[in-house]
């Protein structure tokens, strides 16, 4: 599978009810073989008006934070958890993480990164069991096997 096939079965989704809501679903952004993929949350008022992701206050801010850590925007792959901007920008449910989970898998098998960068707790849960505030600026090491199965009970 290609990114672009990724993104066409993406704008295709209907795996939740969120869907009913958005514009259309905001697949990630860049290449395969980028060393940083960003997860974000999920797709806010002015993502799901453009279809893209990171657009806006918050593109800004994180092109912002980029260029403060000597990061190549090109060198980024920029998507989010969820897939579909819920009702009133509101915390994505647990059945909703779910859907959109195989999404994101496919994507980091896609872009096989060097560094995962969480943007906020929802991410950062996807990947480790501890909360934000204690994670909040730490790095650490995850082994990802990308072949697993998804293991649902952590998303529910």
């Not at 599978?1 to 869907?19: D, F, I, P, Y």
Request: hydrophobic letters at 35%; proline letters at 7%; a neutral charge.
């Amino acid at each position: 599978m290609t990114l672009a096939e990724l993104s066409k079965q993406v704008l295709a989704c209907s795996r939740c009810a969120l869907r009913g809501g958005a514009t259309a679903p905001v697949p990630g952004l860049g290449e395969c073989g980028a060393k940083y993929f960003i997860i974000g949350e999920a797709p806010g008022r002015e993502e799901d008006r453009d279809n893209v992701p990171f657009v806006g206050m918050a593109g800004k801010r994180l092109n912002k934070l980029l260029a403060l850590g000597g990061i190549d925007p090109n060198d980024c792959y920029i998507t989010n958890s969820i897939k579909c901007r819920p009702p009133t920008n509101r915390t994505p449910r647990k059945g909703e993480r779910l859907a959109c989970y195989p999404w994101l898998k496919q994507e980091l098998q896609l872009i096989k990164p060097e560094y995962i960068i969480t943007l906020g707790a929802i991410p950062l849960s996807l990947f480790c069991d501890n909360g934000v505030k204690q994670m909040h600026g730490t790095m650490f090491e995850v082994e990802l096997d990308l072949e697993e199965k998804i293991d649902a009970s952590s998303l529910l």
